[in-house]
């Protein structure tokens, strides 16, 4: 095949076809007319190198063909990158928290392993969650989406980005009001939500998308599928439950993610985000609840023992909560992990419960 057809069809591969033909005719004159001129300037025909140098200057085919595509040439554009970098920031340093506090829970009960398992596996996370902003900037670079923060800021609404900074973190950490009273603590927090409106629904995104990527198994913390146990190593395996409401609960994160995104986007649009998250908090309870009838949730295996974590009603009282001893034995931690598992999700259902009835409240009364 001629040098310039070559050429031709590397950019034509890169154009929209409904355009592509014309295209390709303009750039063929354009380089026919190139080569004529350089000929009759020389006097002789050229060679293969020569021609392939008018075809250099011309530009790398993908250059070429970036330059008639339509939309954006960037995944992130100039003026979206800041917000992606402080985005990345904050969810590393989220993903670095939950990190440390696993690590520290492993070694705390003896599984000393967990510690060097906590780097390698936090790359690969941290990785995951920079790919997750990243696909989430790319998409609203591609759509031309412009959420109403761009343009409608406030100065009071400022202070939040200085969690960008991780010594603002370590100085909050240390001024958190962690051994004061119940109201100093309330106090501060009602202060950082009221930095931004849309603070609450940013760190649900940022939540929602770590819950979303370490349930289809892209994020693996420490611990969670193998665990050390009185020198052995504990396996726990997830019930059938978590099979059957794989989806729902899929499902049900992402649009809870969606809803918050609403938030973000617009954060004084406090009606239209009540009246999203009704339905979806209501979702969430039925799902916990689901989950909790099931009564059946991980099965630990350790040198050919097992059991399994499984509750129900019976373990929603204070005398199972004073029964939960100290776990020696397998069965013991069992047991253990049973009374905790049974308040968890009853937990999460009442809290969904009284989500809903927040929302209802926000959408009657603002």
Known sequence: MDMIETYLDAVAAQLPRDTRDDIIAELRDTLLSQIEEREAALGRPLDDDEREAI?????????????????????IG?????????????????????????????????????????FPSFIGSGLTV????????????????????????RVKDLAVLRFSDPATWAAEV???????GPRARRTRFEQRRRMWPGFEALAGVVW??????????????????????????????????????????????LV???????????????????????????????????AFLASEWIELS??????MVAGGMEMLNLHALEQMGHGDTLAGLAAILS??????????????ILKALKCLWRLCFG
Do not use: C, N
């Open 55 to 75: 075809l250099r200057a011309m530009g790398h085919p993908l250059v070429v063909g970036a330059r008639y595509r339509a939309g954006p040439q960037m995944l």
């Open 130 to 153: 920079i790919g997750a902003v990243t696909v989430t900037g790319a998409a609203i670079e591609h759509f031309g989406l412009r959420p109403a923060y761009f343009d409608s800021w």
């Open 78 to 118: 100039p003026e979206l990158f800041p917000y992606w970098l402080f985005a990345v920031k904050v969810g590393l340093a989220i993903l670095a928290l939950v990190f440390v506090v696993t690590s520290v829970i492993g070694m705390l009960v003896g599984s000393w392993h967990l510690f060097g398992q906590a």
């Open 256 to 290: 809870q993610v969606a809803v918050d995104a609403v938030g973000v986007a617009w954060p004084r649009a406090v009606r239209v985000r009540a009246a999203l998250g009704i339905p979806v908090a209501l979702a969430g309870a039925a799902l916990a609840w689901v």
């Open 339 to 352: 009374v905790v598992f049974s308040w968890m999700l009853a937990g999460i259902a009442v809290g969904q």
């Open 174 to 180: 240390a001024g958190s009001g962690m051994f004061s």
């Open 208 to 253: 929602g998308l770590v819950f979303v990527a370490w349930w289809i198994g892209l994020l693996h913390f420490p611990g969670q599928a193998m665990f050390g146990f009185h020198g052995a190593d504990v396996t726990a395996a997830p019930a059938p439950i978590w099979t059957t409401l794989f989806v729902p609960i899929l499902a049900f994160a």
């Open 302 to 307: 350790r040198s050919g023992d097992h059991a």
